[in-house]
């Protein structure tokens, strides 16, 4: 996360305020990171994660990058029959995804309700198997790990979840729930320093020691997700995958742990892929977006940039579905509507997987080729014939707009 605290760093913590916190003053953990018996751990369902990095096959892309995924699948069969139980076809949820995420950024991945954004993350984590493609994380090949290699690699790739109340376990103390992963990766050295580590964690979270021996349910929501978080730095991660992880927060306390997971990134030096719906949350957070539809991305450029020029009609249309955030301003945005829903990815359409919600698709073209994902310059990645045609010098990038044929014009 690059310079996009602004608007949020002002809300106060009233979150941790009330009746038991501390503030979101935080300490410490940078020390408690090298300090800690350097041994790798891993949090049970928290996590995961691959490669205890080291030198190993598949180097790709330059220092700055930790990961790298590479024509990534993820199909779910679907089983038919109750005696004779047989695979009836597939959902595409992820159908070849590639995407590297630089060592510290992040990256907001962005798209409806299931376009295959979770599947990826959980993918990517191998907390779901991967049907094809490769996952290389800083430098080491970690598709193909299995059993031990695979558990101590997953130290260094956490997930925090939409719904902490449902990721926690409720029989739990907060206690227990943070030392679970410090122990399955050897990082519970000694009662008073693994007392003293998990007191250093609630205090980077912005919760007290008394918070040790409560229960989840005794917290509120943005509470929650803090122990949500403290589990995950538990165990020392690189890259955390939060997969909504404000969605299910009150708006005034999304502000807080959103400025929460920015003040750890830049102490921690922590990477980020960020999945969410609300593109107003990404856009705040995040340095890259990647716009995911039906199992695939479609667009891909740094924030700033997708939100000042985007060029896949799908991105414009959710981005012209975000609401001015100063009311008082006139939305002179041209109002795009996608008619139809999202197709089904056990039945993706032919082509262009968007072309039977697009506004601007050219018939034999966009029904019959899919476009890859291009690069159009600077790195803002496009898949769409349009951006073919840029390429191409058919058609300049700044009159693709003007250029197109709405069906209803
Ligand atoms: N374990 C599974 N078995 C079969 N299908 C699945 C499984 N998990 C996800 N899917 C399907 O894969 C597709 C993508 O789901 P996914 O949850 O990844 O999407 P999403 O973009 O994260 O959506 P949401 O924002 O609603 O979570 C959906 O059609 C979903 O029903």
Known sequence: MTDKTATTTEATDTDTAGTDTAGADTVGIDEARNDAAGADAAGAETATGTGEAGPGDGAVGGDDVLVTVEDLKVHFPI?????????AGYVYAVDGVDLTIRRG???GLVGESGCGKT??????????????????????????????TLRKSRRRMQMIFQDPLSSLDPRQSVESI????????????????????????????????????KYPHEFSGGQRQRIGIARALAVEPDLIVAD?????LDVSVQAQVLNLLEELQQRLGLTYLVI????????????????????SLVEEASSDEMYAEPMHPYTKALLSAVPVPDPTV?????????????PSPANPPTGCRFHTRCPWKQDTLCDTNRPELRDVGGGHRVAC???EDILAGRISRHEVEPELVHPDA
Request: aromatic share 4%; glycine share 10%; proline share 3%.
């Open 119 to 148: 599947t990826l993350g959980r993918g990517l984590l191998r907390l779901v198997e991967p049907t094809g493609g490769r996952i290389v994380f800083d430098d080491t090949d970690v598709s193909t790990l299995k059993g031990e």
């Open 178 to 213: 943070l030392v679970e992963g410090m122990r399955a990766h050897g990082l519970d050295s000694g009662k008073e320093a693994t007392r003293a580590r998990l007191v250093e964690l609630l205090d980077s979270v912005g919760l007290p020691e008394s918070a040790l021996h």
């Open 79 to 87: 089983k038919r029959g109750i005696v004779l139980e047989r695979t």
């Open 105 to 107: 950024e992040t990256y």
């Open 385 to 387: 014939h349009y951006a």
């Open 276 to 295: 969410a719906h609300d593109l107003a949350v990404v856009r705040h957070i995040s340095d890259r977006i990647g716009v995911m539809y039906l199992g």
């Open 244 to 248: 909504e992880p404000v969605s299910a």
């Open 330 to 342: 006139e939305d002179e945005r041209e109002q795009i509507l996608l008619t139809g829903d999202l």
